[in-house]
């Protein structure tokens, strides 16, 4: 069974740090794009970041990497704000390369959601 599994959210204080993790199991992940999306309520899921087979991370204002041995995907946030605030999910992709734009339909697996929130 293809499955993913995240886990690290919680509740953190604005300006705080949190590392999100998606364990895989089921097929071998690094030969597939991953993807971190998060939804907040009320909103329409959308997608944080990607990373490609091949690359072991990627920066931006959250960093997206992966640990092959473990079979696993991080994301690690920093300098969190309130409207980081949503549930945060992990996808697989069975293609290789990231997608242009970050579309759920562009994924085939999903994680249930860990949530994040940020508040003082």
Same mark, same amino acid.
């Given at each position: 069974?293809?499955?993913? @599994? !995240?886990?690290?959210?919680?509740?953190?204080?604005?300006?705080?740090?949190?590392?999100?993790? *998606?364990?895989?199991?089921?097929?071998?992940?690094?030969?597939? #794009?991953? #993807?971190?999306?998060?939804? #907040?309520p009320? $909103? !329409?899921? !959308?997608? @944080?970041? *990607?990373?490609?087979?091949? #690359?072991?991370?990627?920066?931006?204002?959250?960093?997206?990497?992966?640990?092959?041995? $473990?079979n696993?995907?991080?994301?690690?946030?920093?300098?969190? $704000?309130? !409207?980081?605030?949503?549930?945060?999910? *992990?996808? %697989?992709?069975?293609?290789? @390369?990231?997608?242009?734009?970050?579309?759920?339909? %562009?994924?085939d697996?999903?994680? $249930?959601?860990?949530?994040?929130?940020?508040?003082?």
């Open positions: 069974q293809l499955q993913l @599994v !995240e886990s690290g959210g919680g509740l953190v204080q604005p300006g705080g740090s949190l590392r999100l993790s *998606c364990a895989a199991s089921g097929f071998t992940s690094h030969y597939y #794009a991953m #993807a971190w999306f998060r939804q #907040a009320g $909103k !329409e899921r !959308e997608g @944080v970041s *990607c990373i490609s087979a091949g #690359a072991d991370s990627v920066k931006g204002r959250f960093t997206i990497s992966r640990d092959n041995v $473990k696993t995907v991080y994301l690690q946030m920093n300098s969190l $704000k309130p !409207e980081d605030t949503a549930v945060y999910y *992990c996808a %697989a992709r069975s293609v290789a @390369v990231c997608p242009q734009r970050s579309l759920t339909t %562009a994924y697996i999903w994680g $249930k959601g860990t949530q994040v929130t940020v508040s003082s």
